[in-house]
């Protein structure tokens, strides 16, 4: 089955840390962007971190998120540090790439909450 699996989403006070996770499926033969988006009520999804061919942050969270990947296992993870009550979203995870036929594919992930308590 075609998926993305995420975990590590949770609630959180102000100041903690959380790390996310997001495993794709082995279907992709070359995976060209991974990257986090999130949601939060009322607003438009957004983006927050990328990574392939370059690593892409959003201002609001420079310096405090770090994505990174373990290209072995497809798995992309966004270790997000000193959070903010204004970080609190849904996240969603999102890869890019080509199957075995070299057909593109983008999958999203089901959406992890992240809730950052004052």
């Known amino acids: 089955q075609v998926q993305l699996v995420e975990s590590g989403g949770g609630e959180v006070q102000a100041g903690g840390s959380l790390k996310l996770s997001c495993a794709a499926s082995?279907?992709?033969?070359?995976?060209?962007?991974m990257a986090w988006h999130r949601q939060a009520p009322g607003k438009q999804r957004e983006l927050v971190a990328s990574?392939?061919?370059?690593?892409l942050y959003s201002d609001s969270v420079k310096n405090r998120f770090t994505i990174s990947t373990d290209n072995l296992e497809s798995t992309v993870y966004l270790q997000m540090n000193s959070l903010k009550p204004e970080d609190t979203a849904v996240y969603y995870c999102?890869?890019?790439?080509?199957?075995?036929?070299?057909?593109?594919?983008?999958?999203w992930g089901q959406g992890t909450q992240v809730t950052v308590s004052s």
């Open positions: 082995r279907i992709f033969f070359k995976i060209n962007i």
């Open positions: 999102n890869v890019e790439g080509l199957t075995r036929s070299l057909t593109p594919l983008d999958l």
């Open positions: 990574i392939g061919p370059k690593t």
